[in-house]
């Protein structure tokens, strides 16, 4: 069997990007549940690309960052 932690790991980026089917989300997000460790290496994943997502966006005029956000475009 897979470990699990690996298996989630190989989602984590996936699930971020919210990209992920039905199915995995619920299994990574049962995985985060139950996993302490997955649980902070995902917490941290998260605020790294907030962080990263805010930088990006300070520097943006605020049009420019109007037109991305009504084109759905990640900034990352
Ligand atoms: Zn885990």
Do not use: G, N, W
Not at 33 to 60: G, I, N, T
């Amino acid at each position: 069997m897979k470990d699990p932690c690996a298996h989630c790991e190989e989602m984590m980026q996936p699930y971020l990007d919210r990209i992920l089917t039905e199915d995995e989300r619920i299994e990574a997000e049962a995985h985060l549940d139950e996993c302490e460790y997955c649980r902070k290496r995902y917490r941290f994943e998260e605020s790294l690309r907030v962080y990263v997502r805010q930088a990006v966006s300070e520097q943006m005029p605020p049009e420019l960052r109007l037109k991305l956000a009504a084109l759905r475009i990640p900034l990352d």
